[in-house]
């Protein structure tokens, strides 16, 4: 019998609700450990999650047998109850309703990953909203504004 061979790295971009800034740099790194930790006990592969006050990256060796929305819906919930349960946020967290799925071809892994890892220093040339609407372009992705998240910059 023959086996399967596959190698698929995504990158899953979301917003805090509102797109408050809420993700305090004092508690962020702990987020993304407890995320990628959501990643690998699922059987998906953590390369690195990262992200500023209103969102993340997170970029991963996606095992290819988990429909993406029902993946990104586990990491909200749970990323979710997490904040809320250990009251790292002095408000009621919540993530934004919808994501942005990309994917990336296995040469370009590290260049994502340095990406990911640099998103602070990226963020002080360019906004969240320029970020995405680029991504988007790049990807030939056909998108409405009103349907985008919502941004405030």
Same mark, same amino acid.
């Given at each position: 019998m023959a086996n399967t061979y596959r190698k698929l790295n995504l990158q899953i971009v979301?917003?805090?609700k509102n797109r408050q800034a809420?993700?305090?740099?004092?508690?962020?790194?702990?987020?993304?450990?407890y995320i990628a930790g959501i990643l690998?006990?699922?059987g998906h592969f953590s390369l690195a999650v990262n992200g500023v006050e209103d969102h993340i990256h997170i970029f991963f060796d996606y095992k290819g047998d988990e429909l993406i929305g029902d993946?990104?819906?586990?990491?909200?919930?749970?990323?979710?109850?997490?904040?809320n349960d250990?009251?790292?946020?002095?408000?009621k967290f919540e993530w934004q309703s919808g994501y942005g799925? $990309?994917?990336?071809?296995?040469?370009e892994k590290d260049i994502i990953i340095n990406y990911v890892k640099n998103q602070e220093h990226h963020h002080r040339k360019r906004t969240f909203r320029q970020e995405y609407i680029d991504f988007l372009k790049s990807y030939e992705i056909? $998108?409405?504004?009103?349907?985008? $998240?919502?941004?405030f910059d």
């Open positions: 979301f917003a805090v809420l993700l305090h740099r004092s508690w962020r790194q702990e987020l993304f450990k690998n006990k699922r993946l990104v819906r586990e990491i909200k919930k749970s990323s979710n109850n997490y904040i250990k009251n790292l946020c002095s408000y799925v $990309f994917s990336h071809g296995y040469r056909d $998108f409405k504004e009103e349907y985008m $998240f919502s941004f």
